[in-house]
């Protein structure tokens, strides 16, 4: 049973910042990509960044340059670093990661998310 933990949600000021941590635990073999999304009251999910097996970044046109992806591996871990963050970037976040499994299978997992709040 693989599971994926989102943790470093909270309530932050406008241009403040925060780091959201997602955690991998269970049986796998290797995590593959990683992506953030997330979904504000009343809108789609969507996609904020993601990072490759390898290390490769892309993000949303919205937190370019304020936002940073990165990763882990000895601790099963990707990391959001959110700087200068704004009202419109409260939501709930969202982990998901491609796993492979110790069933021999790529699966998609997702975290429960953890609430970001940008206001002052």
């Known amino acids: 049973q693989v599971q994926l933990v989102e943790s470093g949600g909270g309530l932050v000021q406008p241009g403040g910042s925060l780091r959201l941590s997602c955690a991998a635990s269970g049986s796998f073999f290797s995590i593959r990509a990683v992506a953030w999304h997330r979904q504000a009251l009343g809108k789609e999910r969507e996609l904020v960044a993601a990072i490759t097996e390898g290390g490769s970044t892309n993000y949303a046109d919205s937190v370019k340059g304020r936002f940073t992806i990165s990763r882990e591996n000895a601790k099963n871990t990707v990391y959001l670093q959110m700087n200068s963050l704004k009202p419109e970037d409260t939501a709930v976040y969202y982990c998901?990661?491609?796993?492979?499994?110790?069933?021999?299978?790529?699966?998609?997992?997702w975290g429960q998310g953890t609430q970001v709040t940008v206001s002052s």
């Open positions: 998901n990661a491609r796993i492979f499994t110790v069933t021999m299978r790529l699966d998609d997992y």
